[in-house]
C-alpha cells in the first residue's frame, strides 16, 4: 500500500535533508532556496503521491470506478450492461368508432401506422416530452377495423395497439399508464387519439458500477464455466437480457434430452447431457418476405406447403422464434388475411378432439338497434318496426333479470363442460337459455345466455367485470401455431423435439379453411412478421464458445399473460381518472418488470398495492379477478421456473362515493 505524502511533509522532509548537508543554508519560507528549489519540488511530488494513490485505488475491484472499473472487468470476461430503452403497448383509438349504432360505412376506408411512426407524453414548462416509435406496422381495412378491432371498455372506441420502444436509453422512457397521448410525427388518417392503458418497462440506465462490481466479484469467486452459474452469469450480463433461469438434466423442465412425464405424473430423467437457457427478453426484428403461390401448393398435389416436411397450407418462416405476424396480404388482390390473435379463442372438445372457435366480445347497451346494424353477425327475420320496439323490450327486459345470474367468465369457456338449461319447465319459452359450467343437472354458475328465440338467431351473451358483451363468433383466415415448449406425450421418442422458443423452432403460418379457400393459383402472399432476433444472437455467441461436444440451446422463456381487474371507491375529493391512472401504473410497472421468472402473484398483493395510493378509499374484494388470459378467477399463479408475467388485460373500475361494507 502507497503511504500518502502531503506538500507540507515533502517540503519539511526536503528542508531537513538540505540542513544536514549543510546547517548554515537557509531554506526558511520565503528564502530563495525554499521558493525556487524546495517549494516547487515538493508541489511536484505531492501530485505524484496522488496519482500514485489513484493508480493504487484503480487496481482494486472494491475502489475502481467508471473507465477503469471496465478495464479490471474485462480481465473476468465481464462488461458493463449498456442502457435499455423502455418498451409498451400503445392503443391508437379509430374515428368515429364509439357510435352507438356503428356501421361499417362509418369506419375509415382503412388506417396505416408505420414502423417508425413516433408519438409522446404531453411534456410541460419543465419536464421535455418523451418520445416513442412503433416497433411494427399496423394495417387494416374497414371491415378488419369492423370485425377485428377491440373496443376500449372506457370510451367506447375501437383501437388497433402497436408495440412501442423509447427513442431515448434510460430509466427517463419509464412513464406511467395514460401518459402517451400526443402524436408526434403528425396526424394519422382514421386515428383520433393515442393512449398506453399500461405503464411503459423495462428502460434503465447504464449500468452502475456497484452493480458491475458485483458481477465482477462473482467470477472472481471461482471458475464458472460450464456451470449452471457460469451460463447464467454470461447469459444475463447481454443486453436486452431481463432474466434467466438454466435448466439441466434432472430437471422436471427439461424434455429435450428425453425426460417424460410418465403415467403416475411423476418425471422420469432423460439421458442427460443437455443444457436448456431459457431467456426472457427480446429483440424485435421485422421481416417481409414473398410466398409465390404454385398450382402444386393450392392444390397439395406432390408438395408439402413450400418447406420440407411442412404439411401442406401451413407455411415455416425462415426466422426463428416469431414474434407475431403484422400482416398477410395478397399481391393479386389486395386483400388483407384475418389474423386469428385478433380474437379471443373458446377451446372445447368433439370426443377426443380439441376444436377452437374464435370470437369478439362487444359491449351490449341494453337496445336492439332500429337498423339491426349487428346483421351481418346474426341476420334477423324482422321486417316491421312495431315488431322490432316489442322485440327491444323483451330483450331488455329479459337480459336486465338475467343480468344478476350470470357469472363473470373471464372471456373463454371450455364447453365440454357445459350444460345446457332444460327449457321444458317452461309454460312461456324465455328468450335466452342458460348455459351452466361444471353443473350439476340445473344446479351451477350460469356462465352462458344463447338466445333461443328465431328472431335472435343463436345470440350468445356473456358477462365480463360486471358488464353485459354480445360474443361474436368469428372465422379468421389464419393463426401462428407456435412450436410446443414440451413434448408431454409421456414417450422417450420425442428425444431432442422439445424445440420451442429456439431458433430450432419450426413456428407456422397456418390457414383456416376459409383461408385455404381464398388463396389463389399464381398469386403471392406479402407476409410481414416479427421474429425475436435476442434468440438468434445469443444462440451464435453460445456456439462459438461453447465446448463443441456441448449441447446448449438458448430459448425464449415463456410469457404468461394475465387478466386483471379490480372494482375501486376513492375519496371523493380525489379525481378519479387520476386515481385509476395511479393503479394501472403500479401494478403494471410491478407485474411486468418486479416480478422474476418462476415468480408468483396473489390477489391480495393486488389489492395491497391499490390501498397503499392516495386517493383510494375502499377496494371491493369480491370484485378483484386474476386469471392467465382465458383461464378461471383464481387467489394466486404460481409460474414455472422458465415463464414469466405480462399483463394482457387491467381493467380498474374507479367510483367516488362513500361505501359502507
Known sequence: MIRQRVYDEIRQSIRD?????DPRIDSKAGTFV???F????????????????YMELQQSILTAVGY?????????????????????????????????????SMLPSEISIPTGYEVATAGSMTDAQIIYKTLEPVYMTRRQMFNSALVDSATGYKYVEVEVECEETGERGNVGANTIIQFYSGNLDGIVAVSNSLATTGGQDAESDTSLRFRIMLNVLGASICTKAGYQKWTFQKDDVNGVEVIGAGDDLM???????????????????????????????QRTIQYEITTSYKTGVGQTGGYEGIPCHDLELPDQPILRISSIVSKNTGYAYENADNYEVEYGYTGSKIERTYYKDILWDFSVTENFDDTEYYPLDVIDKTEIEVLRKQVNEELQRLSEELTNMNFSLNWKLAQYEDLSSYDVTPMFRKVYFNSNG???????????????????????????YLRVYQDPDFALVPTQYSDEEKSKSQLGKDIGGSILAKDLIHFTDKGKELIQDGDSLIITYTYNALISSLQAEMNAMR??????????????????????????????????????????????????????????????????????????????QLCKRGGSDVPAIKLQKNEYFLISDLSIRVTSGKVVK
Open 547 to 624: 465446448i463443441l461436444t456441448a449441447d446448449i440451446l438458448v430459448r425464449q422463456a415463456r410469457e404468461v399473460p394475465l387478466q386483471i381487474s379490480m372494482d375501486v371507491n376513492c375519496e371523493l375529493t380525489a379525481d378519479s381518472v387520476i386515481v385509476r391512472n395511479n393503479i394501472e401504473t403500479l401494478i403494471s410497472t410491478y407485474v411486468n418488470s418486479f416480478i422474476p421468472m418462476g415468480g408468483s402473484l396473489e390477489d391480495s398483493q393486488l389489492v395491497t398495492m391499490a390501498r397503499s395510493l392516495e386517493g383510494v378509499e375502499h377496494v371491493d374484494i369480491d370484485n378483484v
Open 442 to 468: 340445473n344446479v351451477g354458475n350460469v356462465y352462458k345466455l344463447i338466445a333461443v328465440d328465431k328472431r335472435l338467431n343463436g345470440r350468445t351473451f356473456v358477462k365480463r367485470n360486471n358488464r353485459i
Open 17 to 21: 535533508n538540505i540542513n544536514d548537508k
Open 68 to 104: 477503469d472499473l471496465d478495464r479490471l472487468a474485462q480481465n473476468y470476461f465481464t462488461y458493463r450492461k449498456s442502457g435499455m430503452k423502455a418498451t409498451g403497448r400503445v392503443k391508437f383509438f379509430i374515428k368515429n368508432s364509439n357510435r352507438p349504432n356503428l356501421t361499417e
Open 38 to 53: 524546495v517549494a516547487p519540488a515538493s508541489d511536484e511530488l505531492a501530485a505524484t503521491y496522488i496519482d500514485m494513490k
Open 255 to 285: 424434455f429435450r434430452d428425453g425426460g417424460f412425464i410418465n403415467a403416475a405424473q411423476q418425471y422420469s430423467y432423460g439421458r442427460g447431457g443437455m443444457v436448456d437457457i431459457w431467456v426472457r427478453g427480446q429483440r424485435p426484428q
Open 34 to 36: 525554499s521558493d525556487v
